[in-house]
T-cell receptor, first 114, second 114 residues
Framework: DGGITQSPKYLFRKEGQNVTLSCEQNLNHDAMYWYRQDPGQGLRLIYYSQIVNDFQKGDIAEGYSVSREKKESFPLTVTSAQKNPTAFYLC?????????????FGEGSRLTVL | AQTVTQSQPEMSVQEAETVTLSCTYDTSESDYYLFWYKQPPSRQMILVIRQEAYKQQNATENRFSVNFQKAAKSFSLKISDSQLGDAAMYFCAYRGGSQGNLIFGKGTKLSVKP
C-alpha cells in the first residue's frame, strides 16, 4: 500500500543532542512537508520541499534542518539550537506544489527532550 | 497573511445527533482550497472533506457536509448521525491556489456521547 512512513514513533533525546526524524513516501509525490504540533497550537510548518534537491523554510524553521536528496525521502534534523523541541512531528506529502490535491500525512513522531 | 480560526476548542454531541463545527478564514486571494481534517487518538491526520473556492455548491461526503460562505469567509463542517468513531480533533485548513502548504486552525476536539 502506498503511504508515508515516519520513524521512529517515539524518540527521547538529552539536551544538546541532535536527532533525525525519518520520513519516507512511496506515493511518487513531488512535494513534502514537515509540521510541528503542540497542544492547543494546531500544526505549524517547519520546512517544505516542492521538488527533489530543493527545500524552503516554513514559519518555524529555527533550530531545524532538512535535506531532499531523493524524491521519496525528506528527513528532519532537530538540532541543539531548537530551544523547545518536545513536540509531535508530522510529515506530509502532496502530488504537486499547487492544485486541489490534499496533503497526505504520516503517523507522526513524538520527540521528548529529557 | 492568511489565517484560519476555529472558535470552538471543544464540542460535544450525542450519538446519532448532528453537530456543526465552525471555521473562519482570512485571505485576499480569489483562488484557494479549504479542507477539514480529522485526527483521531492514533494521531494520523485523515482528510474528511475538501472545498474548492470557485465552486458554489457545498461539498458532501456521506455524513459530512460543509456550509461554505465565501463572502463571509466561513467554512463550517456538519456531521450528521454522529457515531462514536467520529470522536477526534478536527482541523480546518486553507491552501492558496499558488502554494502547497496548508495553514491550519487550532482545532476543535469533538466528543461523542453514547
Amino acid at each position: 500500500d502506498g503511504g508515508i512512513t515516519q520513524s521512529p514513533k517515539y524518540l527521547f533525546r538529552k539536551e544538546g543532542q541532535n536527532v533525525t526524524l525519518s520520513c519516507e513516501q512511496n506515493l511518487n509525490h513531488d512535494a513534502m512537508y514537515w509540521y510541528r504540533q503542540d497542544p492547543g497550537q494546531g500544526l505549524r510548518l517547519i520546512y517544505y520541499s516542492q521538488i527533489v534537491n530543493d527545500f524552503q523554510k516554513g514559519d518555524i524553521a529555527e533550530g531545524y534542518s532538512v535535506s531532499r536528496e531523493k524524491k521519496e525521502s525528506f528527513p528532519l534534523t532537530v538540532t541543539s539550537a531548537q530551544k523547545n523541541p518536545t513536540a509531535f512531528y508530522l510529515c506530509a506529502s502532496s502530488i504537486g506544489w499547487t492544485g486541489r490535491g490534499e496533503l497526505f500525512f504520516g503517523e507522526g513522531s513524538r520527540l521528548t527532550v529529557l | 497573511a492568511q489565517t484560519v480560526t476555529q472558535s470552538q476548542p471543544e464540542m460535544s454531541v450525542q450519538e446519532a445527533e448532528t453537530v456543526t463545527l465552525s471555521c473562519t478564514y482570512d485571505t485576499s486571494e480569489s483562488d484557494y482550497y479549504l479542507f477539514w481534517y480529522k485526527q483521531p487518538p492514533s494521531r494520523q491526520m485523515i482528510l474528511v472533506i475538501r472545498q474548492e473556492a470557485y465552486k458554489q455548491q457545498n461539498a458532501t461526503e456521506n455524513r459530512f457536509s460543509v456550509n461554505f460562505q465565501k463572502a463571509a469567509k466561513s467554512f463550517s463542517l456538519k456531521i450528521s448521525d454522529s457515531q462514536l468513531g467520529d470522536a477526534a480533533m478536527y482541523f480546518c485548513a486553507y491552501r492558496g491556489g499558488s502554494q502547497g502548504n496548508l495553514i491550519f486552525g487550532k482545532g476543535t476536539k469533538l466528543s461523542v456521547k453514547p
